[in-house]
């Protein structure tokens, strides 16, 4: 496998900062408490550790509204602090990738500040500001994600200025040459201290239509979200977003080993063009059909044969369970099949993105609507679209507010956590966690599961299976994604064999000779003979 580099043959795991680790009490998770937990992502098998933002801000959208893109908010710690997590990481083999909040900033930046201070300010042109309508109104009919018009008059300099997302969150003009130079300065900054790559925040986004035109109506609206109401055609996904991320790749590729994420929620078709062209986009446009489609074998297993058909020459897969913007896998599938889902993740070929306490089945937590603290959800109540209960705290142990801290937890904890928790599953066969670090162990020793080629074995109803090859080891994944007993059958590949790992321990060693049986919400990883 030394032809691979490190993400390639990695797993990346994400920590939602504010609900890792609380070391100091305040019952906000911090950087002293994710370094004294790093035994535990040395123990489970991932290889870098993914942050989502650290850096000071006002938090109206908690660390994605930044005011300082080389500073450490005091509430996550230090400067110092943020080194001592590099080095522990390091010394464990895990690496540490950063948050890069690239399209808008907080309107408590100092940029925005001196932005919005007068029409003949040298940083005017690094925010995007237009006149108003001919009525006075919004310069177009342009939504933002968080509900309402994504425009907001300044009554000061008597313009409007665009945010995509929350009104606070104004975005940056991408076209401005002095914008692009700082912000890749940044990307230097933090890679000079030993980051070892960037998660690119909503990264089709970047780039808007020059001439602003109104966005069409979406004759398929379903009233799911009012963002929907129009089809952003002239807001996201612009051709001119390739010469962004072609700059930032440019930087990446100036140090060693360095990897560039980027957040695209975009069709298939549309995902794969981020990936650039000769090697000038992002290494790994994130993928989250695991996400979006319906938890289906048959169109799982369609999903997954489309984006393997249509990767670019060279390029290399990803695979995305759960994240802080979504529910949890446990809560959208239920428990049984989570376990399931943990073993598709991490034997389909690509890098894997595993997101903390997904590890121990966690689930989201229900809270109430009025008690959202998500500005999302409180800016469209009624749409059910909080994101609150999928990044509540980790679930350490079973004793007070699960170890995760000394105080008051800044969100409510799962009413189960005194026994899915880590302590309590740590060495237990069978436990999830125990199932995830035998899968990563597998995977790491096993170049057909880590590298090895993939290929679509077919089968019928409820099962979905694959086979992995490398290095003369070949490997059959069969997936039983129901809740009745079933079968497979491939006269082509013989399936001689024994099954290495089952989600459920006692099938494990098993010989297979013809068919494999699969009891319900099972999965298996055969090598055959």
Aim: aromatic share 10%; hydrophobic share 40%; proline share 7%.
């Amino acid at each position: 496998m030394s032809k691979y580099l490190w993400w390639q043959k990695g797993v990346i795991y994400q920590i939602y900062p504010r609900s890792f680790m609380d070391a100091d009490g305040d019952g906000v998770g911090d950087l002293r408490g994710i370094t004294a937990r790093l035994d535990h992502l040395q123990q489970l098998g991932v290889d870098a550790i993914w942050l989502s933002p650290i850096y000071p801000s006002p938090m109206n959208d908690f660390g994605y509204d930044v005011a300082d893109y080389t500073a450490i908010h005091p509430m996550f710690g230090t400067m110092a602090d943020f080194d001592r997590l590099i080095e522990g990481a390091r010394a464990r083999g895990v690496r540490v990738l950063l948050d890069l909040v690239a399209n808008h900033t907080s309107d408590e930046h100092p940029w925005f500040k001196e932005s919005r201070s007068s029409r003949a300010s040298l940083k005017r042109d690094w925010y995007v500001w237009r006149e108003p309508a001919p009525d006075g109104g919004p310069p177009n009919n342009w939504l933002s994600e968080f509900g309402g018009s994504a425009w907001e008059w300044d009554v000061k300099t008597r313009q409007y200025y665009l945010h995509t997302f929350h009104r606070t969150q104004p975005d940056l003009n991408w076209r401005t040459p002095d914008v692009q130079e700082t912000m890749l300065d940044v990307m230097r900054f933090w890679f000079d201290r030993g980051v070892a790559g960037f998660r690119v925040d909503v990264m089709w986004h970047l780039i808007k239509d020059e001439q602003f035109r109104n966005n069409p109506l979406n004759p398929d609206y379903d009233g799911s979200h009012p963002y929907r109401r129009l089809i952003p055609l002239y807001q996201e996904d612009r051709p001119e977003v390739a010469d962004v991320i072609a700059m930032m790749r440019a930087v990446a590729d100036e140090y060693d080993d360095r990897v560039l994420l980027g957040e695209i929620y975009l069709p298939l078709e549309r995902l794969l063009a981020y990936y650039g062209r000769d090697g000038r986009g992002a290494h790994l446009p994130s993928n989250f059909q695991l996400v979006t489609t319906p938890w289906s074998a048959r169109q799982l297993a369609d999903v997954i044969d489309a984006y393997e058909r249509a990767l670019p020459r060279g390029s290399w897969p990803n695979w995305v369970l759960s994240n802080h913007d979504v529910p949890r896998i446990a809560s959208r599938i239920g428990p049984e099949q989570a376990r399931v889902a943990a073993m598709l993740l991490l034997t389909l070929r690509g890098t894997p993105n595993l997101y903390y306490g997904d590890e121990i089945g966690m689930t989201d937590v229900a809270i109430p609507e009025e008690c959202m603290q998500d500005p999302k959800a409180r800016s469209m109540p009624g749409f059910g679209l909080g994101r609150d209960g999928s990044r509540t705290p980790m679930q350490w142990t079973a004793g007070p507010h699960a170890g995760f801290t000394s105080g008051e937890p800044w969100l409510p904890l799962a009413d189960d956590f005194a026994r899915v928790n880590v302590e309590v599953q740590s060495g237990v066969d069978g436990s999830m966690l125990t199932l995830h670090q035998r899968l990563l162990a597998l995977r790491r020793s096993e170049p057909a599961l880590c590298t090895g080629s993939y290929a679509p074995v077919p089968a019928t109803g409820d099962v979905l299976a694959y086979l992995r090859e490398a290095e003369g080891r070949r490997f059959l994944v069969a997936l039983n994604l129901g809740g009745a007993r079933a079968t497979l059958t491939a006269p082509a590949l013989g399936l001689v064999g024994e099954v290495v790992e089952s989600t459920h321990p006692r099938r494990r060693r098993r010989a297979v000779d013809g068919a494999v049986e699969l009891d319900p919400n099972e999965g298996v990883v055969v090598l055959l003979a």
